[in-house]
T-cell receptor, first 114, second 110 residues
Framework: GAVVSQHPSRVICKSGTSVKIECRSLDFQATTMFWYRQFPKQSLMLMATSNEGSKATYEQGVEKDKFLINHASLTLSTLTVTSAHPEDSSFYIC??????????FGSGTRLTVV | GEDVEQSLFLSVREGDSSVINCTYTDSSSTYLYWYKQEPGAGLQLLTYIFSNMDMKQDQRLTVLLNKKDKHLSLRIADTQTGDSAIYFCAPEDAGNKLTFGGGTRVLVKP
């Protein structure tokens, strides 16, 4: 049990466009979902925490108007990178709590903005 | 906030034991997790330890916790080539947030 599905796994978009990344808990209800960003050969940096039905809490330095997070149900959270620029290129990973094992991570999304 | 430190790199021969070390600063950390990340993939939970324990063994994995020194280690017995990956320690704070160390890249040589 405790599977988190993240899509897409890889996306390339043009500068100025928006990209949506989905994170779904498949076999449990995720009370809280987390979004992380990981630069090459670096650690995971928490971007925001979202609880179902309420506004996300963003970490210091993360632009909430740039990284829109929606957590409309107990099994789905989305991260939309708006007006993407090359510096937004990164590996984005979601995780969900509420399963048997604390925190379950998605497989990540490699975003490349050209 | 929490500060978590790990050594960058560990090279080990197949069949030997690997020990990955981690230090943290927040003494109120409740659960402390170890995750494995393979190239281009998400994080896989390996094991965890609750802060009132000093050791936990799970098959080839042994976690040692020295709460006084805020030191956590992960020992992998009989290391295999499939164990080559990046390993992250991640203490959970009282606010249920994880803080990740920088990761230790483990290379297993045949």
């Amino acid at each position: 049990g405790a599977v988190v599905s993240q899509h897409p796994s890889r996306v390339i978009c043009k500068s100025g466009t928006s990209v949506k990344i989905e994170c779904r808990s498949l076999d449990f209800q995720a009370t809280t979902m987390f979004w992380y960003r990981q630069f090459p050969k670096q650690s995971l940096m928490l971007m925001a925490t979202s609880n179902e039905g309420s506004k996300a809490t963003y970490e210091q330095g993360v632009e909430k108007d740039k990284f829109l997070i929606n957590h409309a149900s107990l099994t789905l959270s989305t991260l939309t990178v708006t007006s993407a620029h090359p510096e937004d290129s990164s590996f984005y990973i979601c995780s969900a709590s509420g399963g048997d094992y604390g925190y379950t991570f998605g497989s990540g999304t490699r975003l490349t903005v050209v | 906030g929490e500060d978590v430190e790990q050594s960058l790199f560990l090279s080990v021969r197949e069949g030997d034991s690997s020990v990955i070390n981690c230090t943290y600063t927040d003494s109120s950390s409740t659960y402390l997790y170890w995750y494995k990340q393979e190239p281009g993939a998400g994080l896989q939970l390996l094991t965890y330890i609750f802060s009132n324990m000093d050791m936990k063994q799970d098959q080839r994995l042994t976690v040692l916790l020295n709460k006084k020194d805020k030191h956590l280690s992960l020992r992998i017995a009989d290391t295999q080539t499939g164990d080559s990956a990046i390993y992250f320690c991640a203490p959970e704070d009282a606010g249920n947030k994880l803080t990740f160390g920088g990761g230790t890249r483990v290379l297993v040589k045949p």
